[in-house]
């Protein structure tokens, strides 16, 4: 039966200047997430793929390819399926995040990260790693951002420093894995991490200066002196910047 959806159209206007998503919660009780665009409005399940199927009854692509046990190479129609079910999470990702569930967004962006790091190890095409692998970069911005918004959030905000120390960390070797390490110092992926840091840096209690302190000396003591610069540019900002006692 054709159902007309100029009413529903026009209780939710587009205006590019108003927000473009919402959580609504349905007669069922199922909750989703709708997002308006020019033409229509989106609508996306909270609950498995966003498109709400379930191919061969498994919550997603994904799930379905990781049950193998075989170490074979992964078809390319199967990495073209793999890579348009990422698309759909990374929307449903951004939805969350317009409408304020970073966390959520935070949980999605992450199921993608693994789909990528599956495709490097299974897929015998370069071109298809290259393919995911540019992936990461976005991936690893949203998540890392939206995982700090959730910890400060919750008031917690070590936790936020630590997701955006790892963030860094990973699109360094996001860029590196790409070949194109020498673009990550002036990306723009790393400048919005670096500034959400040095907004944090100063609202942080002083007596977490013994944390980084000590997290310092674990990462050189491991090798790991990429992590090393960042905390000790951390703790130069805390001191610059915290008020006289």
Known sequence: ???????????????????????VQLPDGRRVLQVRVELG????????????THPGGFESLFAQARSFESED???????????????????R???YSAVGQPALAAHDCAR????????????SRPQDRVLFEQMRIPLVLMR????????MRSNDGRGALIA???????????????GIVQRFDGSPEAAILRSMRDLLVPKLPSSQR?????????????ENYELAAILRNELRQMTDLMPPQ
């Open 93 to 95: 990702a951004a939805a």
């Open 144 to 151: 890392s951002r939206s995982t700090a918004s959730a910890a």
């Open 41 to 52: 409005i989106l609508q996306m399940e909270t609950k498995g793929r966003p498109d709400g």
């Open 1 to 23: 039966m054709m159902q007309d959806l100029t009413g529903v159209l026009r209780e939710w206007p587009w205006d590019p200047a108003l927000p473009k998503a919402r959580m």
């Open 210 to 222: 013994a944390e980084l302190e000590e997290r310092l000396r674990r990462a050189v003591s491991s």
């Open 164 to 178: 955006l120390d790892q963030g860094i960390h990973e699109l360094r070797e996001a860029f590196a894995n790409l």
């Open 73 to 91: 190479p992964i078809t390319p129609d199967a990495i073209e399926a793999l890579r348009m079910e990422c698309i759909l999470y990374q929307q």
């Open 112 to 123: 993608n990260l693994e789909v990528v790091e599956f495709i490097r190890t299974r897929a």
